[in-house]
């Protein structure tokens, strides 16, 4: 059974913080090519692939981003997509509103309220559309505080440093669901009280893209067959600004941490107890020319019968964004879905999409987080029937 008419074929309105970037950009595109040539982008979705949720709606885009150029100039400037893609686009590209951020010296509660306006104004623009809030900013440092009420909330968290927690508290008490593909942590208790409150998903956090996406699944049948994992070696070379970004070692902590602590608890055991640390390692490396092409290298050493050790390389020469914008538009269908289906907080079933996942008892071997999927895809298809009181 597929998704009801009145589910599947409303537009998405995609709400990014961090619009121009690379992945935004690279999403923008990708939703308008919908339109254009959905025969380039619809493969690519899980959603209209193993987990099918049905006809894929039109997605429409706006957002924010400091950068004053026009998408098309953005788009250019990364270099992810080659100009014959985008070009014949451009006019409409360039059309795509995108507000410039509150200051950063605003107080977190005028930021809200701010935030919230923009958010008004864009729904106005797009009637009848169901918006989602797509967090992509630049990864940022973790908080060391996790407020539980929002007066700590305000008190104690700079929004200078932490600006995606205004975006997403006003995204979720203007009812609107929220993907965090970024490694910074939006689920403080606080932000999951008022999801829970506002009858909205949160999805998250840090995009499961490459490398890591392939750990889990390498990791999943080292354990299928009990083949011990002794050390494992990730070393990732990327020249994009993101990998700018982390080579402030304050910024890249929470991204190594959620690519480095998934592994134990997938195996089941510390990786190098018997060295008395962890021989699970992995490094992070801006090497401008690769832009955003980036390459990961493993070495995994495994010990089989009797202890006897073996191993094996892993290279991938992939894409950062064009592995993430279909991601991006797969969340932003299963959280509008979610949230007509009445679900609410944290969705530890999207699993498969992320690093970290939020909530409690998220799946965590390749197997569980398909399995989960598909179990959360039929759940879609029989909801068919929510009213619309439900849908909006
Ligand atoms: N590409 C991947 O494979 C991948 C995987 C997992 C997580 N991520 C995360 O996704 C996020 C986005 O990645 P990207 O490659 O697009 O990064 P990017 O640096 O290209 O884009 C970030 C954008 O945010 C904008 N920005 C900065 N401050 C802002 C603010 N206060 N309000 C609005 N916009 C603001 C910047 O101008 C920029 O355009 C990063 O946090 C990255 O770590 C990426």
């Not at 400091?66 to 014959?84: D, Y």
């Not at 699944?217 to 970004?245: E, H, K, T």
């Not at 902590?253 to 998934?262: D, H, I, S, Y």
């Given at each position: 059974?597929?998704?009801?008419?009145?589910?599947?074929?409303?537009?998405?309105?995609?709400?990014?913080?961090?619009?121009?970037?690379?992945?935004?950009?690279?999403?923008?595109?990708?939703?308008h090519?919908?339109?254009?040539?959905?025969?380039?982008?619809?493969?690519?979705l899980?959603?209209?692939?193993?987990?099918?949720?049905?006809?894929?709606?039109?997605?429409?885009?706006?957002?924010?981003?400091?950068?004053s150029?026009?998408?098309?100039?953005?788009?250019?400037?990364?270099?992810?997509?080659?100009?014959e893609?985008w070009?014949?686009?451009?006019?409409?590209?360039?059309?795509?509103?995108?507000?410039?951020?509150?200051?950063?010296?605003?107080?977190f509660?005028?930021?809200?309220?701010?935030?919230?306006?923009?958010?008004?104004?864009?729904?106005?623009?797009?009637?009848?559309?169901?918006?989602?809030?797509?967090?992509l900013?630049?990864?940022?440092?973790?908080p060391?505080?996790?407020?539980?009420?929002?007066?700590?909330?305000?008190?104690?968290?700079?929004?200078?440093?932490?600006?995606d927690?205004?975006?997403?508290?006003?995204a979720?008490?203007?009812?609107?669901?929220?993907?965090?593909?970024?490694?910074?942590?939006l689920?403080?208790?606080?932000?999951?009280?008022?999801?829970l409150g506002q009858?909205?998903?949160?999805?998250?956090?840090?995009?499961?893209?490459?490398?890591?996406?392939?750990?889990v699944?390498?990791?999943?049948a080292?354990?299928a067959?009990?083949?011990?994992?002794?050390?494992?070696?990730?070393?990732?070379?990327?020249?994009?600004?993101?990998?700018?970004?982390?080579?402030?070692?304050?910024?890249?902590?929470?991204?190594?941490?959620?690519?480095?602590?998934?592994?134990?608890?997938?195996?089941?055991?510390?990786?190098?107890?018997?060295?008395?640390?962890?021989?699970?390692?992995?490094?992070?490396?801006?090497?401008?020319?690769?832009?955003?092409?980036?390459?990961?290298?493993?070495?995994?050493?495994?010990?089989?019968?009797?202890?006897?050790?073996?191993?094996l390389?892993?290279?991938?020469?992939?894409?950062d964004?064009i592995?993430?914008?279909?991601?991006?538009?797969?969340l932003?269908?299963?959280?509008?879905?979610?949230?007509?289906?009445?679900?609410?907080?944290?969705?530890?079933?999207?699993?498969?999409?992320f690093?970290?996942?939020?909530?409690?008892?998220?799946?965590?071997?390749?197997?569980?987080?398909?399995?989960?999927?598909?179990?959360?895809?039929?759940?879609?298809?029989?909801?068919?029937?929510?009213?619309?009181?439900?849908?909006?």
């Amino acid at each position: 059974m597929q998704p009801s008419a009145c589910i599947a074929d409303d537009p998405l309105l995609l709400l990014v913080a961090g619009a121009k970037g690379a992945i935004g950009s690279t999403v923008a595109a990708a939703a308008h090519m919908l339109s254009e040539a959905p025969g380039e982008v619809l493969p690519s979705l899980t959603t209209c692939g193993d987990f099918d949720l049905g006809p894929c709606p039109d997605i429409r885009v706006s957002g924010w981003d400091p950068r004053s150029e026009p998408m098309s100039e953005a788009i250019k400037a990364h270099g992810v997509l080659p100009p014959e893609l985008w070009q014949s686009l451009s006019q409409v590209l360039d059309r795509i509103p995108i507000e410039r951020p509150p200051d950063r010296r605003m107080p977190f509660q005028e930021q809200v309220t701010h935030l919230m306006a923009d958010i008004r104004r864009m729904q106005e623009t797009h009637p009848g559309a169901r918006p989602v809030f797509v967090n992509l900013l630049p990864a940022g440092p973790q908080p060391d505080q996790f407020p539980e009420t929002p007066a700590q909330l305000y008190a104690q968290m700079d929004p200078g440093t932490f600006p995606d927690l205004a975006y997403a508290l006003a995204a979720i008490r203007s009812g609107i669901p929220v993907v965090n593909f970024t490694p910074n942590l939006l689920a403080l208790p606080v932000m999951v009280s008022e999801a829970l409150g506002q009858g909205v998903p949160m999805a998250g956090r840090d995009g499961k893209t490459g490398q890591t996406y392939f750990k889990v699944v390498l990791a999943s049948a080292f354990r299928a067959r009990g083949l011990a994992v002794d050390g494992w070696y990730s070393v990732n070379i990327l020249g994009n600004a993101d990998g700018a970004n982390l080579m402030d070692p304050e910024r890249a902590a929470g991204k190594v941490a959620n690519k480095t602590n998934l592994l134990d608890d997938l195996l089941g055991y510390r990786v190098g107890e018997r060295y008395n640390r962890s021989t699970h390692q992995v490094r992070i490396d801006y090497y401008p020319p690769r832009g955003d092409a980036k390459e990961a290298w493993d070495v995994i050493d495994f010990r089989g019968l009797f202890g006897l050790p073996m191993s094996l390389r892993l290279n991938l020469q992939g894409r950062d964004s064009i592995l993430a914008a279909p991601m991006v538009i797969d969340l932003a269908r299963w959280v509008t879905l979610l949230k007509a289906m009445g679900r609410s907080g944290p969705m530890p079933e999207l699993g498969l999409y992320f690093k970290v996942p939020v909530g409690e008892n998220p799946p965590v071997t390749f197997q569980e987080q398909v399995w989960a999927l598909e179990r959360l895809a039929r759940l879609c298809r029989e909801a068919g029937g929510v009213t619309e009181e439900k849908k909006r």
